[in-house]
């Protein structure tokens, strides 16, 4: 495929209502699209980076100005070097710093050229990575974040929701004082549901820790799936402690920026169950090693979600068809959580869903809802 030129696409978009973390609250999700234009078509990606940022990732802003002041144009250059062929989806994550800001950019480059390669083949995302879905769909999980004034009834209402929507694995984010409470509420209200605690790094270990600690231990009368990130991304051989002391089995989500990270976590015994962004590991190809590697391991993985559209949701569901990502992913439908939703998605039903079939990735954005929602489209032609 020869590349005409790419377009950039800053998108203003909200959610539907706060969701609180222990990290801050998400309230705007303005988004970013990498649209790749080329001889035999086009494609479209997703940049996962969210408004403020996390704990271990930019903030949109700041993708955006690396993109559209040089970081786009490394595309460009590789398909100079092609005499304009584009590279192969597969090698954009070579063409990014291995660092949080790079591995967003390859994350939404690398979708957009897989996008575009996939539909001019004539191949869903779901073919090519040979992933397969019974007759029944793909499990599918939700988030449920920390309510405004900490109201359980909240909570609660949020819960019985999902579990009535047919939900497969329900995941409160708890905090240090916001978490037994709301767990053995939850609980109780639905004894057999797959539960599990997302704690976004809040909580500390060690001397200075001894509180936090007795917290966490306390949370293992409730048999959930298991505790995610509890302690700071970077500190690997704490998790591990924990995961010897604890009979919850230890999630890592911020700690898995990469697949030396993974190496890294399993090796120390710090990762009992992994949840696994692609848009955070650098794109696709990234996820299909890193849940291979899960698989090999015998440990358990889902598909982590950042609130993406339909479009960066849609590649998430077909990554969830691969063989190690045994446990449900963050797959409900953005119209859950976004006030508008530029990018089709498929219908959950029953707590499953298909993916999409169609050739590439299975969405794009509607023009009607880029023109009325757009902030800014920065078009970078290819000339030779
Ligand atoms: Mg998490």
Not at 36 to 48: A, L, Q
Not at 326 to 341: H, K
């Given at each position: 495929?020869?590349?005409?030129?790419l377009a950039l696409h800053r998108v203003g978009?909200?959610?539907?209502?706060?969701?609180?973390?222990?990290?801050?609250?998400?309230?705007?999700?303005p988004v970013l699209f990498v649209q790749?234009?080329?001889?035999?078509?086009?494609?479209w990606g997703e940049c996962?980076?969210?408004?403020?940022?996390?704990?271990?990732?930019?903030?949109?802003?700041?993708?955006w100005?690396?993109l559209t002041?040089?970081?786009?144009?490394?595309?460009?250059?590789?398909?100079?070097?092609?005499?304009?062929?584009?590279?192969?989806?597969?090698?954009?994550?070579?063409?990014?710093?291995?660092?949080?800001?790079?591995?967003?950019?390859?994350?939404a480059?690398?979708?957009a050229?897989?996008?575009?390669?996939?539909?001019?083949?004539?191949?869903?995302?779901?073919?090519?990575?040979?992933?397969?879905?019974?007759?029944?769909?793909?499990?599918?999980?939700?988030?449920?974040?920390?309510?405004?004034?900490?109201?359980?009834?909240?909570?609660?209402?949020?819960?019985?929701?999902?579990?009535?929507?047919?939900?497969?694995?329900?995941?409160?984010?708890?905090?240090?004082?916001?978490?037994?409470?709301?767990?053995?509420?939850?609980?109780?209200?639905?004894?057999?549901?797959?539960?599990?605690?997302?704690?976004?790094?809040?909580?500390?270990?060690?001397?200075?820790?001894?509180?936090?600690?007795?917290?966490?231990?306390?949370?293992?009368?409730?048999?959930?799936?298991?505790?995610?990130?509890?302690?700071?991304?970077?500190?690997?051989?704490?998790?591990?402690?924990?995961?010897?002391?604890?009979?919850?089995?230890?999630?890592?989500?911020?700690?898995?920026?990469?697949?030396?990270?993974?190496?890294?976590?399993?090796?120390?015994?710090?990762?009992?169950?992994?949840?696994?962004?692609?848009?955070?590991?650098?794109?696709?190809?990234?996820?299909?090693?890193?849940?291979?590697?899960?698989?090999?391991?015998?440990?358990?993985?889902?598909?982590?979600?950042?609130?993406?559209?339909?479009l960066?949701?849609?590649?998430?569901?077909?990554?969830?068809?691969?063989?190690?990502?045994?446990?449900?992913?963050?797959?409900?439908?953005?119209?859950?959580?976004?006030?508008?939703?530029p990018?089709?998605?498929?219908?959950?039903?029953?707590?499953?869903?298909?993916?999409?079939?169609?050739?590439?990735?299975?969405?794009a954005p509607?023009p009607?809802v880029l023109d009325?929602y757009g902030l800014e489209r920065v078009w970078?032609?290819?000339?030779?």
């Amino acid at each position: 495929m020869k590349l005409e030129g790419l377009a950039l696409h800053r998108v203003g978009l909200r959610m539907r209502r706060s969701v609180g973390t222990s990290a801050g609250t998400h309230r705007e999700r303005p988004v970013l699209f990498v649209q790749v234009v080329t001889d035999e078509g086009e494609g479209w990606g997703e940049c996962g980076a969210l408004a403020g940022g996390t704990p271990v990732d930019p903030p949109l802003e700041r993708l955006w100005g690396d993109l559209t002041s040089g970081g786009a144009d490394r595309l460009l250059v590789a398909a100079r070097a092609r005499g304009g062929r584009l590279p192969a989806s597969s090698q954009v994550q070579s063409l990014f710093n291995a660092d949080p800001a790079g591995q967003l950019a390859s994350g939404a480059m690398e979708m957009a050229l897989l996008d575009a390669e996939l539909r001019s083949a004539g191949r869903s995302l779901t073919e090519h990575l040979g992933g397969s879905v019974n007759g029944a769909g793909v499990p599918v999980g939700a988030v449920v974040g920390i309510p405004p004034d900490h109201r359980l009834d909240l909570v609660l209402a949020a819960v019985d929701d999902l579990v009535e929507a047919g939900c497969r694995r329900v995941r409160l984010k708890i905090a240090p004082g916001w978490d037994v409470q709301p767990l053995a509420a939850v609980r109780r209200a639905h004894p057999g549901l797959a539960l599990q605690a997302d704690a976004n790094g809040a909580y500390r270990w060690g001397a200075t820790g001894v509180r936090d600690a007795r917290r966490l231990v306390a949370l293992d009368r409730f048999g959930l799936v298991c505790l995610e990130q509890p302690l700071p991304a970077p500190d690997l051989p704490s998790h591990a402690e924990l995961a010897a002391l604890l009979e919850t089995p230890v999630c890592l989500d911020e700690s898995l920026g990469s697949h030396r990270r993974l190496v890294d976590a399993l090796r120390y015994g710090a990762c009992e169950v992994a949840c696994l962004k692609p848009a955070r590991l650098g794109g696709i190809e990234a996820v299909r090693q890193a849940q291979a590697l899960c698989l090999s391991s015998g440990v358990p993985a889902f598909v982590g979600g950042l609130f993406e559209t339909g479009l960066g949701r849609a590649a998430n569901a077909a990554a969830a068809t691969l063989p190690g990502f045994t446990l449900a992913g963050d797959l409900t439908s953005p119209d859950e959580y976004l006030e508008v939703n530029p990018c089709p998605y498929p219908e959950v039903r029953g707590g499953r869903l298909h993916p999409p079939a169609t050739p590439g990735v299975g969405s794009a954005p509607d023009p009607e809802v880029l023109d009325r929602y757009g902030l800014e489209r920065v078009w970078i032609p290819y000339d030779g």
